[in-house]
């Protein structure tokens, strides 16, 4: 079953960059909050995450704060 990603992150952010490419390549689907125009999605991902840096991943629920290839790629099981 596919797993909810959403991806926290701004268009300006070499890594959020290279997440996005990352799930793209293993073809999950996942959401894109831009926190530079979206205050909501920037809040909630302060809240959810402790931090505001960017990119903040939310994989069913697991935050994972950066591109951390190994986290990420153990809470999608691929």
Known sequence: MAKSVIVYSTPTC???IRVKQFLKENNILFLDW???V???AADEMIKKSGQMGV???DID????VGFDKEKIKAALGV
């Open 14 to 16: 070499p890594w959020c």
């Open 34 to 36: 831009d926190v530079s």
């Open 38 to 40: 979206d205050q909501a």
């Open 55 to 57: 990119p903040v991943l």
């Open 61 to 64: 629920g697991q935050i994972i």
